[in-house]
């Protein structure tokens, strides 16, 4: 039975565990491949709750994921509505409306609450 972790040595030693049975051939739905998703789990919210992983500038998400996307930014200017307010954006100079926030999300599939974010 797996208890959460609940300091850094738990958390440690969970994450040895983890190696252990990854280096092993698991069969699906066996005792080892239950505790390799527990530990997983317990581990995944240990790293939640200790070392969070802030959310990105939404201006540099944005670029990001122009970049993943092999996009350019006249094609940005073509969801944003304006090739000024495209430059406006990306510099700062403007804020996204919620309009743009929505267009953003649909088109570039960037969360919206990394959008929202004030930068």
Do not use: C
């Not at 958390?11 to 699906?28: A, F, G, H, N, V």
């Not at 581990?43 to 990105?56: A, M, Q, T």
């Amino acid at each position: 039975m797996q208890i959460p972790i609940k300091n850094d040595v738990q958390y440690d030693k969970s994450l040895e565990r983890i190696y252990q049975l990854m280096q092993t051939d698991i069969l699906p739905d066996s005792a080892e491949s239950d505790e390799l998703e527990v530990l997983s789990i317990l581990v995944k919210n240990y790293e939640n709750i200790h070392f969070p992983v802030p959310k990105p500038n939404p201006l540099e998400a944005i670029k990001f994921r122009l970049e993943q996307l092999g996009m350019t930014e006249k094609e940005l200017s073509e969801i944003l509505g304006y090739r000024s307010r495209k430059s406006e954006i990306l510099s700062g100079k403007r804020k996204l409306s919620l309009a743009m926030i929505r267009k953003l999300n649909e088109k570039l599939h960037i969360p919206a609450e990394v959008l929202i974010q004030a930068y």
